[in-house]
Each structure stands twice: as structure tokens, then as C-alpha cells.
């Protein structure tokens, strides 16, 4: 059985998160979807809209994946440790520069793959809260007209 690990936020899920675990599953039997912990996610990118816990069992509802778990703040590769993955698939956003280097520092031994961009138009958290920052004149009317109808 081949083990795939999958890292990611998943803050907002959307199509771009389904493409890149639906490629990461085509690498192996079983995919594991590491989902980062609050902390690391208020560091590394913003507050998290929804609390991990929320996160992963999203995530884990997901057909491609097997398995969600939530990150360590201190430590990612303390969980590569403990799940012992075949493949590592990161995302084609995802910058891990240092990852090989740090595998082999600490002798494991697993592939890293890249998976494909799904270019679609709302392919990014990022792209999707803009979407709605646009739209809000949109949803100030549908705000004046509940209370009109109150």
C-alpha cells in the first residue's frame, strides 16, 4: 500500500483544494491530509477564518482522502514522522524549499511530488475573499432590504 501525505490550510474549501487532494490521491492507495494548526496559520498566512478542528473534518469528509489530521505548530516534520508517508504531494502554490534538505537531515526516505494548478477563476482562498470584498454592495442591499421587510 502506498501512503500519500498532503499538507494545506483549507480555509475556505473550494475547487482548488478538491483538484490538488483528487491529484495527490492518484499517487498512491491511501491519502493522509495533514490540515495546519490554528497557530501556524496565523503566522505563516492570516487568522483563520475556521478553527482547525473545523478544517480537518471538512477536509476528511472529502471522497480523495482517507485520513485528515491536524498539524504541530513546532515541528512539521514531527508528523511526517508519525504518519511514514510514501509520497509527499505538495500543492503547485506551496513553497517547501527547504523540505528535501530537512528529510535528509533527519533520514526519511519519501518522494516528493508536485501536483497540477486547477485554473479555475475561484482556484484560491485569497481570490474567493475578494470575490465577496467586490460583491459587498450586493450584500449591504440585501441588508436594507431585510430590514424593510422587518
Not at 517547501?96 to 475561484?122: A, N, P
Request: charged fraction near 40%; hydrophobic fraction near 35%.
Amino acid at each position: 500500500m502506498v501512503r500519500v501525505m498532503a499538507t494545506g490550510v483549507f480555509d475556505l474549501l473550494h475547487i482548488g483544494h478538491l483538484y490538488y487532494l483528487e491529484e495527490a490521491k492518484k499517487y498512491g492507495d491511501e491519502l493522509i491530509v495533514v490540515v495546519a494548526c490554528d497557530k501556524t496559520v496565523k503566522r505563516k498566512k492570516h487568522e483563520p477564518i475556521m478553527p482547525a478542528e473545523e478544517r480537518r473534518r471538512l477536509v476528511e469528509a472529502l471522497k480523495p482522502v482517507d485520513k485528515a489530521v491536524i498539524g504541530y505548530e513546532d515541528d512539521f516534520l514531527k508528523i511526517v514522522e508519525e504518519i511514514k508517508p510514501d509520497i509527499i504531494a505538495l500543492g503547485y502554490d506551496q513553497h517547501f524549499e527547504w523540505l528535501e534538505e530537512e528529510l535528509k537531515k533527519r533520514g526519511i526516505k519519501v518522494k516528493i511530488v508536485r501536483c497540477g494548478k486547477y485554473d479555475g477563476d475561484l482556484n484560491k482562498t485569497r481570490k474567493i475573499i475578494e470575490r465577496i470584498r467586490s460583491m459587498k454592495e450586493l450584500y449591504k442591499n440585501e441588508g436594507n432590504k431585510k430590514n424593510r421587510n422587518s
